[in-house]
């Protein structure tokens, strides 16, 4: 397998820059991305999704009430990406288009794009993809969360399209760390640093380290303060650092960015403890020298947690962290550029526009008796929405299509196959590890609160929801 180049990572944002103004890189103008967006509807919607919003995020069908979560499915980002793949076989009807590695995580989203003769490169065994069948004058789709530089450098070389559906909020991410790179800044990338979107967003670093949760940006924070074992944290952060990373000289100077899909205020509470840090060792009047401060999180993941936690009369408790609350207390008084640079990135009101908009009524049921939880088994937000219903005791049941409701021969009978927690997402891509609950709907009323990941689409939605009535004998 031919080894991807290496672009100079002091080159990065020229590269792009070239990339993006060359013959190689297709542009959808205003008028056909708008296009696009409304032929996504008419294949993507669902009517019966529609009516629940525009009946107050609440529907009574027989004994079955579903209760709507007020922020679901598709974000604007995944919308936008899907649609320009569609708009891309409309536009190179006779071309090999090939999309670098799922254009989303939704199952039944990729076999779309594969049914309309899309090919996806293939992953090896050692994790490394096999490009050797894209060829000169192909098409290339960039997925949502992204490509790495040298993949985009690869492409180029190769002389095919280039068609880009990475999430503008994705982007703004790899703007923040051209932006620390310019400054000599290390890149403190809140993230896990084998997601796909990580992987683009750490090649356009020169120095860079992930840090997958609060626990992790403890122990770096603590290190910094001078506590630690540094071949320890060299043993421990391995996979998760550049090449030749110092700890004791490549954490003076810091710039923290984040992977879109994780929580707001972890990523939020993880660059105030470094701020934090940095003013102890260097003093609030330096900090300015050491630390970057940018807005690049996005709210769809959090917003679709939060309506989960609203679901169940619940709220979000923001992560907290011992060390930052000492060293806020020994620092009093001095505010934080995180602080003011807070501002949040929502698309909120475009995905309500898309979907049909409706306002939340106000005698929606307090309590629901179980949760349906749509979305690729490989999708991590849409494993979160599942974590949410257990923390809070509620029967929950994750999902990736209607068809694992009832019998496989396709009898609507009351049975679902689904994932649990402790199932890993390899093995459920897979079909293995899923458990089938007997009887899941019980007899009498009951109330079925509904959600689905950030990559799933309404009309599969929709057909979940007339599978259940259809157990029931009902229709909508």
Known sequence: LRSLPTVDRAKTKQFRRELTKSDSYFKFGRTQMNGAMENLKKVSGSELLTKIRQNGFKLTVGNITFVLAESYGFCWGVERAVAMAYEARDFFPDKNIWVTNEIIHNP???????????????????????????QEGDVVILPAFGASVDEMALFKEKNVQIVDTTCPWVSKVWTSVEKSKDKGHTAIIHGKYDHEETVATKSFAQKYLVLKNMGEAEYVADYMLGNGNKE??????????????????DLACLGVANQTTMLKGETELIGKLFERTLIKKYGPQNINEHFLSFNTICDATQERQDAMYKMFGAEYEAPESKLYAELEGEQVGIDLMTTKNAEKLSSRQMEADSKGGGEVSGDIPAKVDMVLVLGGFNSSNTAHLLEIAEEEGIT??????????????????????????????????????????????????????ITSGASTPDNIFGDVLKRVLAVQGLEA
């Open 108 to 134: 039944s989203v990729n076999k779309q794009l594969s049914d309309k003769g899309m090919k996806f490169v293939q992953t090896t065994s050692d994790g490394s993809k096999d490009y050797s069948g894209v």
């Open 232 to 249: 320890e944290f060299l043993s421990k952060f391995s996979k998760a650092m550049s090449d030749g990373f110092d700890p004791d000289v």
């Open 396 to 449: 929950g049941y994750h999902i990736d299509c209607a068809e694992r409701i009832g019998l496989p021969d396709g009898e609507a009978t009351n049975r679902i196959q689904h994932k649990p927690m402790s199932t890993s997402p390899a093995q459920a891509m897979m079909d293995e590890g899923l458990e089938v609950t007997e009887n899941f709907l019980p007899e009498g009323p009951v109330t079925i609160g």
